[in-house]
């Protein structure tokens, strides 16, 4: 099965930004969600953000006014715009599409240090 690809994770300092993308070459992309998830070192992976086929957005409490996921059906890409970064951002960024059987990517690495 064809796995989502994750880019643009890095290392930032407290109050940066970065800009993860989602290449996912699926047929029935627009169809379906996609979604942020994260985990931690230590912690369980928790969903950060996802986005509907048509467009309707949701998010975790703690990420609500600083990220922003988006998608272009067109493309088949999905992004998650971070900014005002903290150091409790700190995990490996995974993207998921929510088809009939879920695809994740491989991860993306997020480190917000000074």
């Known amino acids: 099965q064809v796995q989502p690809v994750e880019s643009g994770g890095g290392l930032v300092q407290p109050g940066g930004s970065l800009r993860l993308s989602c290449a996912f070459s699926?047929?029935?992309?627009?169809?379906?969600?996609m979604a942020w998830h994260r985990q931690a070192p230590g912690k369980q992976r928790e969903l950060v953000a996802s986005?509907?086929?048509?467009?309707?957005?949701n998010y975790t409490d703690s990420v609500k006014g600083r990220f922003t996921i988006s998608r272009d059906n067109d493309k088949k890409l999905v992004h998650l715009q971070m900014n005002n970064l903290k150091p409790d951002d700190t995990a490996v960024y995974y993207c998921?599409?929510?088809?009939?059987?879920?695809?994740w990517g491989q991860g993306t690495q997020v480190t917000v240090s000074s």
């Open positions: 699926e047929p029935f992309f627009s169809i379906y969600t």
């Open positions: 986005i509907t086929g048509g467009g309707r957005t």
């Open positions: 998921k599409w929510d088809g009939p059987r879920a695809a």
